[in-house]
């Protein structure tokens, strides 16, 4: 529900006002008594013969949900202005005053708890790391060639992760690696990454450390240990499980396509061809090479009608945040703004794994909605060259037609195959 202390009332009209409690009212079957007013009151303020007191509003709105409000308002109200100097002030008094300190605590929780634990499982690497780790090499007396390999599979893994380290990105990209059947590069990252997190994060910050540690195991080739893939119907289950849109959305595109986890947040609005029914990826790294994706007319059909009005309304309550923050800038906004999934990602990951627990009683990986697209065409006699392209392993050959080519023969062919065999997850 809403917390009204979070925003500016003062600058909601007395007309919207109304308009919330017709709402709550109406709509969720709240009583004047439960709103802390009489019968006589709410009367008058609904006749519009009495102004909406802020304190009335405040009661109001928590019956409302963030999404109901926005609905309501066309946008979330302005967010309280605070500067850095109020965030200066709050933590010097929170650090002298042990009550406050509990109240800010409690607070940060309740409305950042997810920002911030998702920060608290994830490492932003530098190159001032990589020297560390360097260094630290090489007063333990290991070889400059054993630490040129060690480094070249540590910023080959760092890149394709945008130089950032979690437990899920982590586990992502190791699958990857075993799918290309890289085993020999898997070995020998799994080592490097192991040395690195052991020689550069666990003085720093043992928590993270472990964490992260422990997330993967070193790879040995003679481990064919594999998790049975979740059925069409358990992944149907699973879709109706996950509770926001934009989840929904990138579950569906996963499944359907076939596409790594990262890859969808790649897209932008220019990338997306709604005549066509393609959204264009454009990523070429060492091993990974993806340049289109297809959908369903039905899943196009729930972009339109459901997402895309949801990722408006996203995008118009959170710029203005956005633009109060510091380090924001406008092209980081506008860059922002152009994503087609502009919400955060650890988020989305998050809620399709607690969908997917309920639905299989086990921990589920995104990578395995990849194996399920790639065995479900092979399954239905779609050839293997075909699936390939589809899921970005095709030779430099086969995507140049794809890179240079708006819409070409290739397009269409690849769309025929698609269509006629690909899993839905909304028929």
């Known amino acids: 529900m809403v917390d009204c202390q979070l925003y500016d009332l003062s600058k909601i009209p007395n007309d919207v006002r109304v308009r919330i409690i017709n709402y709550v009212m109406e709509q969720r079957r709240v009583k004047a008594r439960d709103l802390g007013v009489t019968l006589n009151l709410i009367s008058m303020i609904r006749s519009g013969k ?142 490097s990454l192991k040395s690195f997190l052991k020689e550069v994060l666990k003085p720093r910050d043992p928590g993270l450390f472990s964490l992260l540690y422990n997330s993967f195991t070193v790879f040995r080739p003679k481990n064919h240990s594999k998790t049975k893939l979740p059925t069409i119907e358990e992944l149907r289950q699973i879709l109706q499980r996950i509770e926001s849109i934009e989840a929904k959305t990138y579950f569906i595109i996963l499944a359907e396509t076939g596409l790594r986890p990262g890859e969808p947040f790649l897209v932008t609005m220019d990338d997306v061809d709604l005549e066509h029914g393609m959204l264009r990826i454009g990523k070429v790294t060492e091993t990974k090479r993806a340049f289109i994706a297809f959908l369903r007319q039905e899943t196009l059909d729930f972009i339109k009608r459901e997402y895309l009005p949801r990722r408006e309304r996203f995008l118009g309550s959170i710029e203005n945040a956005w633009r109060a923050t510091p380090w924001m800038s406008d092209e980081a906004i506008a860059r922002a703004k152009s994503k087609f999934l502009p919400f955060d990602q650890s988020r989305l990951r998050r809620e399709i794994k607690e969908a997917a627990k309920q639905v299989l009683n086990r921990d589920f990986e995104l990578y395995e909605l990849r194996k399920f697209f790639a065995t479900w065409m092979i399954s239905r006699g779609v050839p293997e060259s075909i699936v390939n392209t589809l899921q970005g392993r095709a030779p430099p050959t086969e995507y140049r037609v794809l890179i240079e080519h708006y819409w070409s023969p290739r397009h269409e062919e690849l769309r025929n195959w698609y269509l006629s065999h690909a899993p839905c997850l909304l028929c």
């Open 50 to 191: 009495r102004r909406v007191t802020e304190d009335l509003l405040c009661r109001a709105m928590a019956y409302l949900s963030p999404d109901e409000l926005a609905k309501l308002l066309g946008q979330v109200p302005e967010v309280e202005p605070a500067s850095v100097n109020d965030i200066i002030r709050v933590i010097v008094r929170a650090r002298a005053d042990p009550e406050f300190r509990d109240l800010l605590l409690s607070y940060m929780e309740r409305y950042l708890g997810d920002y911030i634990r998702s920060v608290g499982r994830q490492w932003v690497v530098s190159k001032e790391d990589i020297e560390a780790f360097i260094k630290a090499k090489k007063l333990r007396g290991v070889s400059e060639k054993t630490i040129r390999t060690e480094v070249k599979y540590i910023e080959r893994t760092l890149a394709e992760m945008d130089w950032v380290l979690s437990p899920e990105n982590i586990r992502e990209y190791l699958a990857s690696l075993k799918e290309d059947n890289e085993d020999y590069v898997l070995k020998h990252t799994t080592y």
